[in-house]
């Protein structure tokens, strides 16, 4: 068992979607996913602590890590493989590791929820030159999510590509808080909103404080 160690986020991701692989794909710098593959999204404090994460699942399954993040107060490790069972597998190594269950991450809180309609051409330009996933559009929809912890913003991504035909532009999934950005027609945008609200007011954890803003 080891002391002293924070879980923060634990989200298993039985199907990647092909815009969010391809996303992870862009900015890993690990062995990048491929789409219909599981995925696994830890999120633990202190940070330099995911190393040692890293180490065990290595060791003891064949998962394939994809991201490694190591920060001073937090760290995020996301790993996947072909084999759903595999990934289960390192996910109970991990927990076992940290004399854990699933039910002692922090429950996700969306600390703040946007949609603007009719987006003007030129915030398209500042929101395209940041984002590493689709274009957003003149007119279309932007919907911005801020989430913790950060990880969680993977599995919001995930969720509202099943839902809806949205384009994902960009998602944050380290840090003190998480962010995902959608564009798209307004319709689609509102419905996966909705997904996304659902899957993460459904993730059970230890209580999570805090102040939520929707817009």
């Known amino acids: 068992m080891a002391e002293g160690i924070e879980l923060r986020t634990f989200s298993y991701i039985d199907i990647l979607q092909p815009q969010l692989a391809s996303f992870i794909a862009t ?55 072909r084999d759903q069972g595999q990934v289960k597998a390192a996910g109970r190594a991990i927990l076992d590791f940290l004399g854990l269950e699933e039910s002692d991450r922090l429950k996700p809180r969306i600390a703040s929820s946007q949609i603007i309609t009719g987006i003007h051409n030129y915030q398209t330009h500042l929101i395209n030159r940041m984002r590493h996933g689709q ?3 003149e007119n279309e929809t932007l919907y911005i999510l801020e989430v913790h912890p950060a990880a969680y913003a993977a599995i919001a991504a ?27 027609p307004e319709d689609n945008i509102r419905e996966a909103a909705a997904a996304i609200e659902k899957t993460l007011v459904a993730t059970t954890g230890r209580p999570n404080e805090g102040q939520s803003l929707i817009y």
């Open 27 to 81: 900015v890993s710098q690990g062995f990048h996913p491929l789409e219909q593959e599981a995925a696994l999204f830890v999120e633990i404090a202190p940070g330099l602590q995911i190393n040692v994460i890293t180490d065990v699942v290595l060791k003891k399954t064949l998962v394939i890590p994809g991201m490694q993040i190591v920060e001073r107060a937090y760290g995020m490790l996301e790993i996947h493989h």
């Open 135 to 137: 274009f957003l559009l």
């Open 158 to 184: 995930n969720e509202a590509e099943k839902a809806s035909p949205i384009h994902l532009l960009e998602v944050l999934t380290f840090g003190a808080f998480g962010r995902l950005y959608l564009g798209g």
